[in-house]
């Protein structure tokens, strides 16, 4: 089964880039990355989804390298309102880890 | 807008009581998954159904069990309620073309007495 890991928190500033590293060494040839945000006391929300190289939406963009061991959640140009916890998970997984929280400070 | 309800924003109930958590969406999503989240744990997978009357376990069934009798409705049942089943549990629907676009409800958060 394929195995997420990554950071457990990340601070940054309004206006920085935030990038954020999912490594999923075992991740199945045919399966996608996918990239969700939770706010508190909300239910997650779908912020992403690809499968090999860079993929971009009007919320983040995503990069997959060749190997797709790992990806790379970027969220350009931060405001406070972007604090909250950011999971990456194979589509196939289907559970989420403990996800990466986010803290935008002024 | 995708809109998925659950039952109870917050529920009480006593050791081992039978609980029923119900969830419905509106957007005839083949897909329909129960997690409970838990601090530090992040969401686990309770159970997920793809069809109607069809079930898989996920991670953590044990304890619970489900119903689909209708696509729109999907029901996790405690058969006899225990202290370590307080948690928020979140409901979520997705398509079958679709199944990684999860949308979520709004949480219950069950406190078991």
């Known amino acids: 089964l394929a195995k997420t890991t990554q950071p457990i928190s990340m601070d940054s500033y309004e206006g920085q880039e935030v990038n954020i590293t999912c490594s999923h060494n075992?991740?199945?040839?045919?399966?996608?990355i996918t990239w969700y945000q939770q706010f508190p006391s909300q239910g997650p929300r779908f912020i992403i989804q690809?499968?090999?190289t860079k993929v971009t939406n009007e919320v983040a963009s995503l990069f997959i390298p060749a190997d797709r061991k790992s990806s790379t959640l970027s969220l350009p140009r931060v405001s406070l309102s972007d604090t909250a916890v950011y999971y990456c998970?194979?589509?196939?997984?289907?559970?989420f880890g403990a996800g990466t929280t986010v803290t935008v400070r002024a | 807008d995708v809109k998925v309800t659950q039952s109870s924003r917050y529920l009480v109930k006593r050791t081992g009581e039978k609980v029923f958590l119900e969830c419905v969406q509106d957007?005839?999503?083949?897909?329909m998954f129960w997690y409970r989240q838990d601090p530090g744990l992040g969401l686990r997978l309770i159970y997920f159904?793809?069809?109607?009357?069809?079930?898989e376990k996920g991670d953590i069934p044990e304890g619970y069990s489900v119903s689909r009798e209708k696509k729109e409705r999907f029901s996790l049942i405690l058969e006899s309620a225990s202290t370590n089943q307080t948690s928020m549990y979140l409901c979520?629907?997705?398509?079958?073309?679709?199944?990684?676009?999860?949308?979520f409800g709004p949480g219950t958060r069950l406190t078991v007495t």
């Open positions: 979520a629907s997705s398509s079958g073309t679709r199944l990684a676009e999860q949308y």
């Open positions: 075992n991740i199945a040839t045919n399966d996608y």
């Open positions: 690809g499968y090999k």
């Open positions: 998970l194979p589509v196939r997984k289907l559970s």
């Open positions: 957007m005839d999503h083949e897909n």
């Open positions: 159904s793809y069809d109607v009357k069809m079930k």
